[in-house]
């Protein structure tokens, strides 16, 4: 399947067959570039071995999921237990945002209200990134959700009267769900059947209601962060390939660290 999907994105037709074993078969004309294209893919994602495969659903876990999910428990009790100034430094604050404050838009990404607040966050995160992070790579599918997490936050600070306050990682979650929905422009550029990018996209948007409209949720940020990781995911589909891949997704990761580091430097600073 990974096969046809780096041929799909390069514009080669492939058909894949199965009988005693799966196969792919290509026209005479696009034999070479096909070769090409896997050997340039094996190359690029052979040492990925932190994803593993889900028995019995034909889906890609990341286990490099642990690290988000780990660090947002960390900020939660340094905020609890030594830095208190934490929260009030790094959450959403329209009237402080509209002032110039703007890094407490990611910032606040990193923060939670209480241990049930947090709770319900890292066991959603932990199945959500594990599964964005294993399709569009750890690093690129982190910090596209990362960034919808951030867009969540800004389209409560353009939908909610002031003044407001709001922080949690759900905004980014909701984002990772928007990418996952995304995934059925895969399956769409493969076949060109419409079918599935409402399959893809009504999926997603069932577990966004199931879990992102429940009473006293921040709403429009998991709505927001949805929709900007559904857009970012579309963008992915039909970036370069080689973003999704090794050297790809270790610029992405570095761009999210220092994105995170300056942020916090900015919040935090004296």
Same mark, same amino acid.
Not at 48 to 54: A, C, E, K, S
Not at 198 to 206: K, T, V
């Given at each position: 399947m990974d096969w046809s *999907?780096?041929?799909?994105?390069? /514009?080669? /037709?492939?058909?894949?067959? $199965? %009988?005693?074993?799966?196969?792919?078969?290509? $026209?005479?004309?696009?034999?070479?570039?096909?070769?090409?294209?896997i050997r340039q893919?094996?190359? /690029?994602?052979?040492?990925?071995?932190?994803?593993?495969?889900?028995? !019995?659903?034909?889906?890609?876990?990341?286990? !490099?999921?642990?690290?988000?999910?780990?660090l947002i428990v960390v900020f939660y009790v340094l905020g609890e237990t030594r830095i208190s100034a934490l929260k009030s430094s790094g959450m959403v604050d329209t009237q402080l945002v509209w002032a110039g404050q703007w890094w407490r838009l990611f910032t606040?990404?990193? *923060?939670?209200? %209480?241990?049930?607040? *947090?709770?319900?966050?890292?066991?959603?995160?932990?199945?959500?990134?594990?599964l964005a992070m294993a399709r569009y790579g750890p690093g690129a599918g982190l910090l596209a959700a990362f960034l919808a997490g951030v867009a969540g936050n800004l389209a409560g600070l353009a939908f909610y009267p002031d003044p407001h306050r709001g922080l949690g990682a759900s905004g980014m979650i909701m984002g990772a769900?928007?990418?996952? $929905?995304?995934? !059925?422009i895969a399956a769409w550029r493969r076949t060109r059947a419409t079918h599935?990018?409402?399959?893809?996209? !009504?999926?997603?948007?069932?577990v966004l209601v199931l879990l992102g409209f429940s009473e006293g949720t921040d709403i429009i940020a998991h709505v927001g962060g949805f929709v900007s990781g559904a857009m970012l995911g579309a963008i992915l589909h039909f970036a370069p390939e080689t973003l999704r891949g090794r050297m790809g997704n270790a610029v992405c990761l570095t761009a999210l660290t220092? *994105?995170?580091?300056?942020?916090?430097?900015?919040?935090?600073?004296?």
């Open positions: *999907l780096v041929l799909a994105s390069q /514009e080669i /037709e492939t058909t894949i067959v $199965g %009988d005693e074993g799966w196969a792919l078969v290509v $026209g005479e004309n696009d034999f070479d570039r096909a070769m090409a294209a893919y094996q190359k /690029e994602n052979h040492r990925w071995h932190w994803r593993q495969p889900l028995s !019995g659903t034909g889906l890609i876990f990341h286990w !490099g999921t642990l690290a988000p999910c780990f606040a990404v990193y *923060l939670h209200a %209480d241990m049930g607040h *947090l709770i319900a966050n890292v066991t959603t995160g932990l199945v959500l990134f594990g769900l928007g990418l996952l $929905g995304a995934e !059925g599935w990018l409402w399959r893809g996209a !009504g999926a997603a948007f069932l220092a *994105l995170s580091i300056l942020t916090w430097w900015l919040a935090l600073r004296p």
